[in-house]
């Protein structure tokens, strides 16, 4: 096989949308597992909608999912006279023809088909026009855009994905190559950078299968042969609707900003339309190039499942060893004015050891400062429906004191230590140890769940344990009114 070139083309009138960050995993891992070149190309030709914000976004996105590309960025914006000269030849070679309906007159035509229920199609007027009515327009300078003179016939191609497709081409409109402001559609810029770029296989989401008819066409009015095509399924929201903007977080960046790891986002995309033979869920990236193949990739549009990427992130973040971890919730802990970059070298091993026992409930980087953050303030509410149970009456109050006397007179203040501690003292009062292990664990974290009860005792230390249960008692004596 030549050279595998696969690119991925972003237009910056948005962030990097997860579709198309399925895409560019998807081209990234076929070049990756054929030692092929991987190109990025931002698809800027329509100025009014690109920014370079979106720019900054799109390339932070791939850089941050470890999509590293080994050409471009190649703007189109800067690739103008390239596509100009090709509408040209496409001209002079009477491959296509200057059109000079105004976009109202063509408005009008395209309503009264609307009107009388048939499809419109642009009807040729301006290829029928005489040499007579062209120099008249000429001399008017009015404004002309360039179409593609589509012949008769039928275009078929054989997509990696969807197999064999054909289209009568009588389906097919003249579509404008070059608008009149000398603009290339992305039609026409699109096989213009793809041949130019060398690309062998055009991998790309399946709403653009109707484009690729048409770019066959302009292929074939060049005199080039197409790249091979891979069209893949459209992702879909849970409620089985095209996936899109109406979701709360459908931006990589997103993704990154909620604490999910790169490596779990990829193995999840990599996952929305392809899988293994052996149907494996959670790969790593080698895996994934050793296994992806367009062939695998299906035809039926997967759901996207944000529970099964929570899920999956978790397995990642719980295999992650402790002292990389930290480095990553850093930055999360840090946003929430929980620890300082001071805390990181004076406290660090208490911080590792906070993350490993914290990791087996996270599923986003976030949850560390959700679920943990009792570690570094007491300044936190009790969980409401806890409440209700644990600090119910004066006999809690009783529990409590007790617990906190025993506590502040503990030598030695450890985990074992201080559950032999708690379990004595439930013989001592005759009641079950869940009946003070319960209301210590709602005092001393705010929270009806989490790690175990005696790491954390261990891990907040006397004094801090000793203060919240004094915390904890005068906050239902206040709520008894007693
Ligand atoms: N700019 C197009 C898009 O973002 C590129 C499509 C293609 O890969 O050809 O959808």
Redesign the pocket.
């Known amino acids: 096989m030549s050279e595998i070139r696969v ?5 910056p009138s948005g962030y990097l949308h997860v579709g ?1 960050a399925r ?1 560019a995993v998807y081209n990234w891992l076929f070049a990756q597992k054929h030692k092929g070149k991987f190109v990025l ?1 931002i ?1 800027d030709t329509d100025e009014a909608r690109s920014s370079n914000e979106m720019v900054k976004g799109i390339i932070d996105s791939l850089l941050w999912l470890g999509l590293k590309w080994d050409e471009g960025p190649f703007y189109q914006s800067q690739r103008m006279p390239l596509y100009q000269k090709s509408a040209q030849t496409l001209l002079e070679n009477k491959k296509a023809y200057f059109c000079y309906c105004t976009p109202e007159e063509l408005q009008t035509k395209r309503e009264e088909a609307q009107k009388k229920k048939i499809a419109w199609k642009y009807d040729r007027k301006c290829y029928f026009l005489s040499q007579d009515d062209k120099q008249n327009l000429e001399s008017k300078k009015v404004p002309k855009a360039i179409r593609l003179l589509v012949p008769e016939g039928k275009t078929s191609f054989h997509d990696l994905v969807y197999r064999d497709l054909e289209k009568e081409n009588r389906n097919i409109e003249d579509l404008i190559l070059l608008r009149s402001d000398g603009r290339p559609t ?1 039609n026409l810029a ?1 096989v213009v950078d ?1 041949l130019e770029m060398k690309i062998s296989h ?4 399946n ?2 299968l109707p ?1 690729t008819f048409k ?1 066959i066409l302009i292929y074939q009015a060049l005199g080039e042969k197409p790249p091979a095509f891979a069209h893949l399924p459209l992702i879909l929201g849970m409620d089985r609707a095209k996936i899109s903007k109406r979701f709360d977080a459908v931006s990589v960046t997103d993704y990154r900003d909620q604490g999910f790891l790169p490596e779990a986002v990829i193995n999840f995309l990599s996952l929305l339309g392809w899988s293994p033979k052996d149907n494996q869920e959670v790969l790593s990236v080698a895996e994934l190039i050793e296994k992806f193949s367009l062939e695998n990739v299906h035809q039926a549009n997967p759901v996207f499942d944000i529970q099964k990427l929570e899920w999956m992130n978790g397995e990642y973040i719980k295999a992650q060893p402790d002292e990389k971890l930290l480095g990553l919730v850093k930055k999360f802990w840090i946003e929430a004015s929980l620890v300082t970059d001071e805390d990181f070298s004076k406290k660090k091993a208490w911080l590792l050891k906070i993350v490993g026992i914290l990791k087996e409930r996270c599923k986003k980087l976030t949850d560390f400062v959700d679920l943990g953050k009792f570690f570094f303030t007491s300044e936190f509410e009790y969980e409401e429906k806890a409440l209700g149970k644990q600090f119910k009456n004066s006999e809690v109050v009783a529990r409590l004191t007790k617990l906190k006397e025993k506590f502040q007179g503990l030598d030695g203040f450890d985990k074992a230590k201080s559950e032999e501690l708690v379990r004595n003292l439930a013989t001592d009062l005759n009641v079950k140890p869940a009946e003070l292990i319960h209301p210590l664990r709602l005092a001393i974290t705010g929270m009806s769940f989490g790690p175990s009860l005696f790491e954390i005792v261990e891990l907040l230390g006397k004094e801090e344990v000793v203060k919240r249960l004094e915390k904890a008692v005068n906050f239902i004596h206040n709520k008894l009114g007693t």
């Open positions: 690119r991925i083309a972003p237009s198309t895409t190309r698809e992305y699109c793809d055009v991998i790309r989401g709403d653009h484009n770019q």
